[in-house]
């Protein structure tokens, strides 16, 4: 059974920086496209980055150039390095698996859903 647990979420400043990671457990191999989704207060779950298991990444424009999403197969672990923070981010992040999908397409089609979440992690960003 696959499962996702993540951490590194937190309260900081408008400007600053935080590290989300994500470790998956339950795969027997590492082809998979994994990428983080937020949810803010009221407004629908997002797509944010993803990257696939050759190391193709994709970003939703809103984070392109202060987020950068990378794994460790080795450690089978996700992260999201979130700089220049901004209160428009303050939302719970989660992370996401798709064994079928690329990482554009997790980031971008409505017609893909991730196969696997975790329980979220709340990234709060205070002005």
């Known amino acids: 059974q696959v499962q996702l647990v993540e951490s590194g979420g937190g309260s900081v400043q408008t400007g600053g920086f935080l590290r989300l990671s994500c470790v998956a457990s339950?795969?027997?191999?590492?082809?998979?496209?994994i990428g983080w989704f937020r949810q803010a207060p009221g407004k629908e779950r997002v797509a944010v980055a993803a990257?696939?298991?050759?190391?193709?990444?994709s970003y939703a424009d809103s984070v392109k150039g202060r987020f950068t999403v990378s794994r460790d197969d080795a450690k089978n672990t996700l992260y999201l390095q979130m700089n220049n923070l901004k209160p428009e981010d303050t939302a719970m992040y989660y992370c996401a698996t798709d064994a079928a999908g690329g990482a554009w397409s997790m980031v971008h089609s409505p017609y893909r859903s991730p196969d696997v979440w975790g329980q979220g992690t709340l990234v709060t960003v205070s002005s």
């Open positions: 990257i696939d298991y050759d190391g193709s990444t």
């Open positions: 339950g795969y027997t191999h590492n082809r998979y496209c």
